[in-house]
């Protein structure tokens, strides 16, 4: 059974940093691409940042750009977000989706979502 398990989430105080993990668990793909998502109360889940397993290809929202880094360890099925310098806007729930491919994924972000992980909170606050 394929499971998406997310952990770093927690309480920070606003410029502190956070480093979440996405495991992909019960299944090793030739090739993905993940996504992670945010959703604030009451707001829609947006798009945060996204990395292909294949080229490294990677994608940042603005709202991230220069203050979130993501990366992969292929060897551990495993992605990472590193957030740094975060603000109380950043407060959600953060979510990793994952599309598997048989071949090079062409995007480094999800084109139809395979799997979501159950999302790990992360509370920016002093």
């Known amino acids: 059974q394929v499971q998406l398990v997310e952990s770093g989430g927690g309480l920070v105080q606003p410029g502190g940093s956070l480093r979440l993990s996405c495991l992909i668990a019960g299944f090793a793909p030739d090739y993905y691409s993940i996504g992670w998502f945010r959703q604030a109360p009451g707001k829609e889940r947006e798009g945060v940042s996204c990395?292909?397993?294949?080229?490294?290809?990677?994608y940042y929202d603005d709202s991230v750009k220069g203050r979130f880094t993501i990366s992969r360890d292929n060897a551990k099925n495993t992605v990472y977000l590193q957030m740094t310098s975060l603000k109380p806007e950043d407060t959600a729930v953060y979510y990793c989706a994952a599309d598997f491919f048989d071949s090079p994924s062409p995007t480094p972000c999800p084109i139809g979502v395979d799997y979501w992980g159950e999302g790990t909170l992360v509370t920016v606050s002093s």
């Open positions: 990395i292909s397993s294949s080229d490294g290809s990677i």
